[in-house]
């Protein structure tokens, strides 16, 4: 699928061509009768959606089940781990630290963590934060990133080198979450914060959102279950909500045991308030539902500029028409655990969509989904009813 940089000329022809607007009971009708199709043609478990227009939520409502056991449904309520959607928090968090001095793009990451991050083939070579938060850091996830930051640590594996790539830093591009997982590191050494509490007190609570990157601190009866289908049966990924252990918090590390969070992706949070934060990043760092400045205006667009050299990625948030094609949106995706979701958006026109889906059997799930509410929320008026949303 074709991707292009979001040019401004494009954002604004996009505006132009939007009827932004609610939804008549006809046409609401209409939506979930496909989404119900959907779901039945895909084999989903549960899905929760978001819609945002002229800058507010216009629609939000949830089908299927959280737990194939009990059968609960899933409601507006219910959270999801989200996956790599996690990355553009993590993100965000730098670029607030960029913006307080801290910190710039061009940052050598040696000279922030305890221990070596050079690829051992250019040696010479600074891998800066900027190319962490982009992924053109030439570091892979061959060695693993999940577990703790030993995997590239030359001082505590002795196959480190193999969590680099052939190229020179800068010059080519591979999704890696390692690379996340070491921004979680620089987080905690810069703010002198855990990650998860940083991520509170300075995303999340300003916000007003209901996530966390820290499972002990959410009501475990809101959590989706997340399933995988092994091509006979729907099996519960029970990894994919770990508790923190007490003893692990008494004598955390800061700088050093920041994926215990899993800054690239352990975000849990509901379609509701993760719509809330892509409204943030569609107005560029400023919520029209809350009441701070999270970033600020320069450093939210340069989340939005491509750093990729053509391959249309900025800083953990993309510029792309793969999910509503002929129409380039920004966002990001996640999947992990069974779990599929999409977050992606407008700036200019004031639009986006947010799906998160704990679990299906086929085909394009994302794609599907986001094509289908871009298709409903895009279409001229019914006609058939004078009642809007």
Known sequence: MKKIFLSSVCMLLAAASLMAQGLCPTRQAALEKDINKMMDSLGVVGISIAVVQDNQIVYNNSFGVKDLETREPVTNDTQFRIASISKSFSATAMMQLLTAGKVTLETDVNDILDFKVRNPKFPDVPITVGMLLSHTSSINDNEGYYINLDCINPDKNPNWANAYNDYKPGTGYEYCNLNFSLTGSIIEKLSGERFDQYMEKHIIGPLNLDGSFFLNNLDKNRLAK????????????????????????????????????????????????????????????????????????????????????????????????????????????????????????????????????????????????????????????????????
């Open 226 to 389: 997340l399933y995988s289908w092994n091509g006979s049966e729907f099996v519960n990924e029970t990894g994919a909500y770990r508790a923190v252990s007490d003893s692990l918090l008494q004598n955390y590390r800061l700088g050093v045991d920041p994926v215990t969070f899993s800054p690239a992706g352990g975000m849990k949070i509901s379609a509701h308030s993760l719509a809330k934060y892509m409204l943030m990043h569609m107005n560029y760092g400023k919520s029209p539902l809350a009441t701070e400045c999270v970033l600020t205006d320069n450093a939210s667009k340069l989340m939005q500029v491509e750093h990729t050299n053509g391959h249309h990625y900025g800083l953990a948030l993309e510029q792309t028409d793969e999910y509503t094609p002929g129409t380039i949106l920004v966002g990001h995706t996640g999947g992990a655990y069974g779990l599929r979701s999409a977050m992606f958006f407008d700036p200019v026109a004031k639009y986006g969509y947010v799906v998160i889906c704990n679990g299906y059997k086929r085909g394009e799930i994302l794609k599907t989904s986001v094509s289908l509410l871009h298709r409903h929320f895009t279409a001229p008026e019914c006609g058939k009813c004078n009642d809007k949303k």
